[in-house]
């Protein structure tokens, strides 16, 4: 679990972060604290698709599920078989 919650805080961070010197960590928020939107989250939602081979489903993806590094891990762990 570890090595996908780097994958995914090196993702956002180097997708997402316009400032290189603003520290995040797995219980950053991202949609909350603004770091990414709506539009980002779908490419976030498609990468880890790519990524670990599964299919979020669209009622999944809400903006909570994907409000930090360690959510979206839970979330991605739901459908990894």
Same mark, same amino acid.
């Given at each position: ?9 090196? @993702? ?6 316009? /400032? ?5 960590? @797995? /219980? ?8 990414? /939107? ?33 959510? %979206? ?6 459908? %990894?078989?």
């Amino acid at each position: 679990m570890e090595e996908m919650k780097d994958v995914v805080l090196e @993702y956002v961070i180097e997708e997402y972060l316009e /400032d290189e010197d603003e520290e995040i960590d @797995y /219980d950053t928020p991202l949609i909350s604290g603004g770091i990414v /939107d709506s539009f980002s989250m779908v490419s976030l939602m498609r990468f880890l698709e790519n990524k670990y081979k599964i299919s979020i489903p669209n009622e999944k993806a809400t903006p909570d599920a994907f409000d930090s590094v360690n959510k %979206i891990c839970a979330l991605v762990k739901e459908f %990894i078989k």
